[in-house]
């Protein structure tokens, strides 16, 4: 019997095909597990052996337990009325369970699993659970239902904050969107069932979650073949299901008259309305085009200096470090003038952090009259959660002063999404920059090595792989102003 399991739940959240794959595919087409991957694991192995080795309470271990016999220790365990069991394997029916905590609670049990990651996610404000953890934790309460010993339907995650992060599964997730967790997963795991009893087809699409998967290699070259709809930029896995059965390919994209897809004020798809089934028609009849060129959509004013500064971090999330603050400035447009500035925090100290994080704005204070580039979010993201954990840095209205117009542009939400088209894709900076010409220094660069070969620099010291960082960072920095000056060249359309 092919078990549902909670890790396969995990991985259906961010790809269905991935579950396909795992269980179907030829095992030899696999990719290398990347670096980074591995380092995941290792973390979340050493995080669980840490949070264990100093309990709240005394537990069992049956970690040295493997299979059937774990499984029945678990059963003993349980009805023996053990207050807390650590390493657990609980079954029924069709579903398999590995949770890292089965405690006692009243008449039953409620499970737990151990996170190296922050149990919630999105603004402390508007946080919520994560998906991909729930449906693993809801797994685990099925199964302790269908033997008869839950306790309820509220199993916790032990996160990576030292938080014991509670998931209400029969609650409403929110005003505008009323269904429950327990909801979510039951759909996964009716599409987990067809997925393995193959009664369902999955196809693979492109996104961000796909780097680093081990189908990578052999997803694409079956997406290029297939000329599928995802390897538009935004059109995701989602839009690619409502349009493929009138609309296979990009080519046929191309091709169409979108009136002839109009019922009323709306489109035949739903979810896709008119002007974004003509947005898509445009990206695809762009990279169908024989010779095809990047153009901006709508004017763009850019703000001008004589001196411009393309800014970019670096960011440890297992850790919720910033270990690196990086600059390059550049004088009156000439790039002879470029000079690269880096703030890096040599250890994982709260300390360290802060003396890059003090640095790193020194380094801007002392620049007023400059234009700081940036690509996302992203920085602004966590230069917030810096000053929030180091607030006598600066305030709150400096740094949201330094973050807004004209002193600031963020290239990729105020510029490359409302105002530009590729033939790319993606809008990712090493998409773009690529793009135009420009070359990493690195045989494989990204933020994920980045993560990487930090938790290296930690370990041993070395100092070629603390120069591979800030070479790897210098790079993002200049492509991020070679994708300035591409931008400025771009005609308008």
Request: net charge neutral; hydrophobic share 35%; with cysteine.
């Amino acid at each position: 019997m092919r078990y549902i399991t909670a890790s396969m739940l995990y991985d259906l959240v961010a790809c269905p095909h991935r579950v396909t794959m795992d269980q179907f595919g030829d095992p030899t087409q696999r990719d290398e597990t990347s670096p980074f991957v591995e380092l995941l694991w290792e973390r979340g192995t050493a995080f669980e052996r840490e949070t264990m080795a100093a309990p709240t309470q005394p537990y069992l271990d049956l970690s040295k337990y493997a299979g059937d016999e774990k499984e029945r220790q678990t059963l003993d365990a349980m009805r023996r009325g053990e207050p807390l069991i650590y390493s657990a394997r609980i079954r029924a029916d069709d579903l398999l369970g590995d949770p890292d905590l089965l405690r006692r609670q009243d008449d039953g049990y409620v499970a737990g699993d151990i996170k190296s990651g922050s149990g919630e996610e999105g603004p402390e404000d508007l946080s919520k659970p994560k998906l991909h953890y729930a449906v693993q934790v809801a797994l685990y309460t099925d199964v302790l239902e269908r033997l008869g010993l839950s306790a309820g339907r509220r199993p916790f995650i032990w996160d990576i904050h030292g938080r014991e992060v509670v998931y209400n599964l029969n609650a409403p997730q929110g005003v505008k969107d009323p269904k429950s967790l327990w909801s979510d997963y039951q759909g996964c795991l009716a599409e987990a069932r067809q997925i393995v009893a193959r009664t369902v087809k999955t196809m693979p699409a492109y996104g961000s979650v796909c780097k680093e998967c081990h189908w990578y290699t052999g997803c694409q070259k079956r997406l290029e073949a297939a000329d599928d709809l995802t390897l538009l930029p935004g059109l995701g896995r989602s839009k690619r299901d409502v349009l493929v059965d009138r609309i296979p390919t990009i080519n046929a994209l191309a091709q169409i008259r979108p009136s002839a897809f109009l019922k009323g004020k709306k489109t035949v798809f739903p979810g896709i309305g008119p002007d974004t089934l003509v947005k898509f028609q445009e990206r695809a009849k762009l990279v169908t085009s024989p010779n095809p060129r990047p153009y901006l959509s709508r004017p763009v004013s850019l703000p001008v200096s004589d001196l411009e500064v393309f800014f970019d971090i670096e960011v440890d999330p297992m850790h919720d470090h910033t270990y690196l603050h990086g600059f390059i400035e550049r004088r009156n447009g000439e790039n002879s003038t470029e000079r690269y500035t880096a703030m890096f925090a040599e250890h994982l100290s709260p300390l360290e952090e802060r003396d890059a994080f003090a640095r790193a704005w020194g380094y801007l204070q002392a620049r007023p009259s400059a234009v700081i580039y940036f690509y996302s979010p992203y920085e602004r993201t966590y230069w917030r959660k810096l000053r929030e954990s180091y607030p006598d840095v600066c305030s709150e209205a400096q740094l949201e002063s330094l973050f807004t117009p004209p002193r600031s542009v963020d290239l990729y939400t105020n510029v490359v999404r409302r105002a530009t088209e590729w033939p790319t894709r993606d809008y990712s900076i090493k998409t773009l920059a690529k793009f135009l010409g420009f070359k990493w220094r690195d045989a494989h660069p990204s933020g994920a090595a980045s993560i990487e070969w930090f938790a290296r620099w930690i370990e041993i010291g070395d100092p070629a792989i603390r120069l591979r960082i800030l070479d790897y960072n210098e790079d993002d920095c200049r492509a991020t102003r070679v994708l300035l000056d591409g931008i400025r060249n771009l005609a308008l359309r």
